[in-house]
């Protein structure tokens, strides 16, 4: 629980004339729930995308279980255990949910063209299948699983999209505000839902504007303001700074 799995040194991401991150440095425990926080263009979602591979840091470094992957493609981090759910829930609405998450075990499944021809990857198949059922159990939607993504409620589509990406078995799991445009009773069951996964052995960063969910959830909290990192600390440490209320929390009060 003390190794740090993902650790942000001194990064700084520039687009033309704008810094959208100055120098951060924060690190995440493996098992963890750390909330990543702060106001509108404060650089969370650059912060991901730079972990995710989208952007490559203009300096600095991000290491992963003690490897750099600054510049590597997506697809590459994502091999390498981190997932990122986004703030728009993004799914196949035409396909049914067992379907959507048949998908998330893609890189798992490198089919061989032959094989595919001669019927010889119907283990793998079966395997993928399994694989399904065993996170749509786990997630709650196994009763869903004929059911087209499109005819879900907002809050099993937030939970399909965790499915998903919990196929592709990953070590990391990069959360964008899950809890967006949610009642408080799809709140809370979200909420169950993190500390599931988190409880399965996953780590998680998670970028939320719902406090109720962040304090509820995260043990430790990373705050940034305009690229910057403004402090550090456990929920009541953060919900008591005043550097942190008048940037922050005075407004999402």
Known sequence: MDNPILEID???????????????????????????????????????KNIAGFYTPTSGDIRYQG??????????IAEMGIVRTFQET??????????NVLVGCHKHARINLFAAIFGLDRARQTAAAQK??????????????????AELPLGSQ?????????????????????????????????????????ESG??????????????GLCGYLTV???GQLLAEGTPEEVRNDKRVIDAYLGGAA
């Not at 408080?184 to 169950?192: L, R």
């Open 10 to 48: 001194s990064v700084t991401k520039r687009f033309g004339g704008l810094t959208a991150l100055n120098e951060v440095n924060f690190s995440v425990k493996a098992g963890e729930i750390r909330g990543l926080i702060g106001p509108n263009g404060a650089g969370k979602s650059t912060m991901f």
């Open 67 to 76: 490897r750099s992957i600054s510049g590597l493609k997506p697809h590459s």
């Open 90 to 99: 993004t799914l196949f609405q035409e396909l049914t949910v067992f379907e």
């Open 132 to 149: 399904v059922e065993e996170v749509l159990e786990f997630m709650g939607l196994a009763d869903r699983r004929h059911q087209l993504a």
């Open 158 to 198: 937030r939970a399909l999209a965790i499915a998903i990406a919990l196929a592709s078995e990953p070590k990391l799991m990069l959360m964008d505000e899950p809890f967006a445009g949610m009642n408080p009773e799809e709140t809370n069951h979200m909420m169950d839902l993190t500390r599931r996964v988190q």
């Open 202 to 215: 996953i780590t998680i960063v998670l970028v939320e504007h719902d406090m109720k969910a962040v304090m």
């Open 224 to 226: 940034l303001n305009f």
